[in-house]
């Protein structure tokens, strides 16, 4: 037997306790006491102060202590000001006890259709629920507190700063250039304390064709990504060099994985992800091809022993004439 449909007015009825309760439940406040210690106190009151913004009033407050909840496994604060870690709500369907989007009834109990280009279209209840996200200053934090970094840093790129782009030798910059008009791309470098360096520069249209590809707010043309470009921008470029290059600790492994998720399980590190379809596993930057002068230069440096055939069949969109010839090398 189906479950009974739910109206509007029965899921506000059925609405689960507010943040306010959650961070009054003693085995809640235990919980933050466990990960954060005499820290719990002062997050959990920027808890109460992130919830309480208008744009989150609305969200499910189980989604919201659960995204707090994961910021804290990371020990990064939630002040948006800080820009290391945000609790960001999204719209989307409800669902039932076994997972079924919701029909939005009318007053007679039958579903609600709109018209679009000559065709009906069921309509859905909508919920609110809070999203974890990472900011690019809470990822450079992480790198450095895993003890393995010299430096890292990410920056925008002004018309005139990009002296040079070699694919395979890397970028060259003039800092001294006053930053002038729109950045035309966003640059992300890092130096192991094993002397390794990778740095990772995308232009404008890079991170745009990312985001379109990835974020559903970037292609409706609201949220984060309209109100605040170049975080979103210097958070993409610095998340997608260290994903593909740098070594990952267990926390940057989580954060990787929590970014833009609903969090359901705080402690397994799963849920939902609304915005965009971006896993760590398909986490892709624009991979540059090679001519035939630079192919050339990639297997002399091949074959030198400067770097491996995983570098060159990772790093570059070859030809597969240009892939046989990497296998071929010795």
């Given amino acids: 037997m189906n479950a009974p449909v739910k ?35 002062g997050f959990l009151a920027s808890v109460m102060q992130v919830a309480n913004q208008p744009h989150l009033l609305d969200a ?34 409800a669902k039932d006890s076994s997972g079924r989007k919701i029909p939005l009834l009318d007053n ?6 709109k018209q679009y280009k000559g065709r ?20 450079i934090q992480l790198a450095q507190r895993s003890g393995q970094f010299s430096r890292i840093a990410a920056t925008p790129v002004y018309q005139g ?45 890079d991170i745009e064709k990312h985001a379109g590809r990835y974020s559903q707010s ?6 984060v990504w309209k109100d605040n470009f170049e975080s979103m921008a210097l958070k993409t470029v610095t998340k997608l ?3 593909k290059q740098a070594p990952l600790s267990v926390e940057m492994q989580r954060a990787q994985i929590a ?10 590190v799963s849920g939902d992800y609304i915005d965009h379809n971006e896993s760590v596993a398909n986490l892709e930057a624009p991979n540059p091809s090679l001519g035939d002068e630079d192919f050339n230069a990639a297997l002399e440096q091949l074959n030198a022993g400067a770097i491996d055939k995983e570098y060159i069949l990772n790093g570059y969109s070859l030809t597969d004439a240009q892939k046989i010839a990497v296998e071929a090398q010795g």
Avoid: C
């Avoid at 470098?189 to 740095?199: M, S, V």
């Avoid at 970037?218 to 949220?223: D, R």
């Fill in 218 to 223: 970037f292609k409706s043309g609201f949220g």
């Fill in 259 to 268: 970014d833009q998720m609903i969090v359901r399980d705080v402690d397994s």
């Fill in 161 to 205: 700063q990009l002296i040079s782009a070699n694919p395979l030798l890397g970028y060259e910059f003039d800092w001294t250039i006053e930053n002038k008009g729109e950045a035309i791309g966003y640059v992300a470098f890092f130096k192991l304390l094993n002397g390794f360096t990778a740095e990772l520069y995308m232009t404008r249209a």
């Fill in 120 to 139: 009906e279209y069921p309509q859905y209840l909508k919920v609110v629920e809070a999203q974890f996200q990472m900011g690019y200053k809470g990822f």
């Fill in 108 to 113: 007679n109990g039958n579903q609600v259709k």
């Fill in 60 to 93: 499910v407050p189980a989604t919201v202590i659960n995204a707090a909840m994961m910021a804290a496994t990371l020990d990064l604060p939630i002040n948006n000001n800080l820009g290391f870690a945000y609790i960001v709500p999204y719209s989307t369907d």
């Fill in 241 to 243: 060099l260290l994903s």
């Fill in 7 to 41: 109206t509007e007015n029965q899921i506000a009825e059925s609405k689960p306790k507010t943040v306010k309760a959650y961070v009054s439940d003693i085995k809640i406040r235990q919980k933050f006491e466990e990960i954060l210690g005499k820290k719990s106190q």
